[in-house]
Structure formats: structure tokens, C-alpha cells
């Protein structure tokens, strides 16, 4: 059974950065794309962003391309997300999960199950 673990999620004033980290046991990282997704209060779990195995052809939804980079340590397990020049629309649980691309752009969660997901809230 997967356990995904997120962490290095919290407060930040508009502008601020933090680095997400995600571990997981049960599984091996290097035989899947990764990803990140985030739900905000009242919304649906949306994707964010993806890497491939390999750790390139990473892709990131509109909102956050330029400001979220997507990297992965195959060696150690591990997904990270930083996220620079925070916006108050950004503020989410964040959650990380195997991905499968069904289509280019349209990016959907592998394993079943999810880990408790890290707090982020930007401040405006």
C-alpha cells in the first residue's frame, strides 16, 4: 500500500516562496510520472503540475508556469514543488500523487489513495 507523506506547506505573504516535499513508501517514484495537485476551500482537487521518470518534460498548469518548478530525486523518493512569487489564489491543501497523462494537458491522479496534503495560504 502507498503512503504518500506532504510536508513544507504554510504561511506566506503575496510574493514569499516555499518549497513542498512529498515521500512516499510502498512505492518506487522512478516508475512513475509524478505530480502535484492542490484543492482549495470549496473547490475540487485540481492538478498542478507533473514530471516525468526521468525528471524532464515537467508541465504546469497556466496559473502557475513560471512561478512553480516540479523536480524529483529518484535516489531518495522524493517529489519536491517551489513555489515562488506566491498569490493569494495559490492558497490550498497540496497534495502530491503518481500522474497519467490522458491527453497533453489533461493530467489525472494514478494511486488511489492520497496522502493529508500540506496547508498553503498566502496572504494578500
Known amino acids: 500500500q502507498v503512503q504518500l507523506v506532504e510536508s513544507g506547506g504554510g504561511l506566506v505573504q503575496a510574493g514569499g516562496s516555499l518549497r513542498l516535499s512529498c515521500a512516499a513508501s510502498g512505492r518506487t517514484f522512478s516508475d512513475y510520472r509524478m505530480g502535484w495537485f492542490r484543492q482549495a476551500p470549496g473547490k475540487e482537487r485540481e492538478f498542478v503540475a507533473a514530471i516525468r521518470w526521468s525528471g524532464g518534460d515537467a508541465y504546469y498548469v497556466d496559473s502557475v508556469k513560471g512561478r512553480f518548478t516540479i523536480s524529483r530525486d529518484n535516489a531518495k523518493n522524493t517529489v519536491n514543488l517551489q513555489m515562488n512569487n506566491l498569490k493569494p489564489e495559490d492558497t490550498a491543501v497540496y497534495y502530491c500523487?503518481?500522474?497519467?497523462?490522458?491527453?497533453?494537458?489533461?493530467?489525472?491522479?494514478?494511486?488511489?489513495?492520497w496522502g493529508q496534503g500540506t496547508q498553503v495560504t498566502v496572504s494578500s
Open positions: 500523487n503518481a500522474v497519467y497523462r490522458r491527453a497533453n494537458s489533461d493530467y489525472a491522479p494514478l494511486f488511489g489513495s
